[in-house]
């Protein structure tokens, strides 16, 4: 049992999510697509073929964010999140021994039911119930962690296929998050403040007994998925993730304006440092007030995807438009989540943020695809349009629901 830190323990609980976003997240989800080519070649498919299998895994999450939050509510995000990544743990190592598509696409729907608790509810349901102050902030620091996670990983992943393969290497993840980060979370973990007899931080830090704590205020789910709001909120996080899915097709845009692989390359890593360095300062930006917030997250989308059409007058505005647009990227797990805790208070948070979750997978899983054949029909001019039309939409959602 736990007793006594120098420090508050919602820390320690940041720094958690912060572990899973980094490894279990950015090994998995951020590093995939290294991992397609040599798979493909090995048994003798398209790479869209391996490809699929993510597919297969939005698909999961959405379906199983129908009720994961009520789930999560019954069992606690302790036990959750140290299932989710043991058994992700064990389905890395497994699919060192795949030799068909079929295991694939079936390891994806296992780890998207993973994903749900590790990505989707983990560090949106956890840090609010810890902290009272700073909340933007540590839901900024977590987020961040699967762009961190990618940018180390990706490299790292890089190596050992090319040293060992991607069997081997595939086992090596599998080892890491099984017998590294699973047990950092199943021992340090906790699901509330007064599981370990404390306020949330910034609420006061005097012990208190669990008896005495007060139930948290806010909207009942019954009632809030019946309020215009909802479906306000559930709108914005679909928008905002259709638009988001543009982050994928920058290398490919910026090869047809005649810029050669490397300086593609920059502009893609603009895009992704803007999304790192976007979600820590969303969180900021929310702290001090949730209309910064949306502004930034809104407004730095817009400009971004104004330069980025504007690329071909040179590779200086293609990079400064991929990094403005990474803080939209980045505002569909930051702002998203800060909305509707905002709107409905945290009384039945888990379960109401696990049904507009699925608004975020589910447009993922039609904008990967659905962009590709948008921008082989009308141009990505006119992707990029629509991109702007529809983040100013959001501002619309948003800003309507915040005042009703």
């Not at 009720?67 to 140290?82: H, S």
């Not at 993973?114 to 989707?120: A, E, K, N, R, S």
């Not at 695809?369 to 990505?380: E, K």
């Amino acid at each position: 049992m736990i007793k006594k830190f120098p420090f508050h323990y919602g820390y320690i609980v940041a720094a958690c999510c912060a572990l899973v976003t980094t490894f279990n997240i950015g090994l998995v989800l951020s590093c995939a697509g290294i991992f397609f080519v040599p798979v493909s070649e090995e048994l003798n498919v398209a790479v869209g073929q391996v490809a699929m299998y993510l597919s297969f895994n939005l698909i999961a999450s959405a379906i199983c964010l129908s009720f994961a939050g009520k789930v999560l509510e019954k069992f606690g995000a302790r036990l959750m999140m140290t299932i989710s990544s043991a058994v992700m743990g064990l389905c890395l190592m497994s699919m060192s021994k795949f030799d068909s598509l079929l295991q694939f696409y079936a390891a994806g729907i296992i780890l998207g039911v993973t994903f749900t608790f590790l990505m989707y509810l983990s560090f949106p349901t956890l840090i609010p119930k810890w902290f009272k102050k700073r909340v933007g902030l540590f839901i900024g620091i977590a987020a961040a962690g699967s762009s961190i996670g990618g940018a180390i990983f990706n490299p790292v992943c890089g190596k050992l296929i090319t040293l060992y393969g991607w069997r081997t290497t595939y086992l090596i993840l599998g080892l890491v998050i099984l017998f590294f980060v699973t047990p950092v979370i199943g021992f340090f973990l906790r699901n509330k403040p007064a599981d370990v007899g404390l306020k949330p931080f910034g609420d006061s830090d005097i012990k208190i007994s669990a008896a005495k704590k007060s139930s948290a205020t806010g909207i009942d789910y019954s009632r809030a998925i019946k309020m215009p709001a909802f479906y306000k909120l559930f709108a914005f996080g679909f928008l905002m993730s259709a638009v988001a899915s543009i982050f994928q097709y920058i290398p490919k845009y910026s090869g047809t304006l005649n810029f050669t692989l490397e300086e593609a390359s920059f502009a893609a890593a603009a895009a992704m440092l803007g999304s790192t360095l976007g979600k820590v300062g969303l969180g900021i930006l929310n702290d001090r007030s949730i209309y910064l917030g949306i502004s930034a997250t809104l407004g730095f989308g817009i400009a971004g995807l104004v330069l980025i059409m504007f690329g071909n007058l040179g590779l200086a505005i293609l990079i400064g438009g991929g990094f403005l647009f990474g803080w939209a990227h980045a505002g569909v797990f930051v702002q998203t989540p800060l909305l509707v805790r905002k709107v409905f208070g945290g009384k039945s948070y888990s379960q109401i943020y696990s049904n507009i979750s699925m608004a975020i997978t589910a447009a993922s899983a039609l904008a990967i695809g659905g962009i590709g054949f948008l921008a082989d029909f009308g141009g990505y001019n006119l992707v990029f349009v629509l991109g702007i039309i529809s983040l100013i939409i959001c501002g619309a959602l948003s800003f309507t629901t915040i005042k009703n």
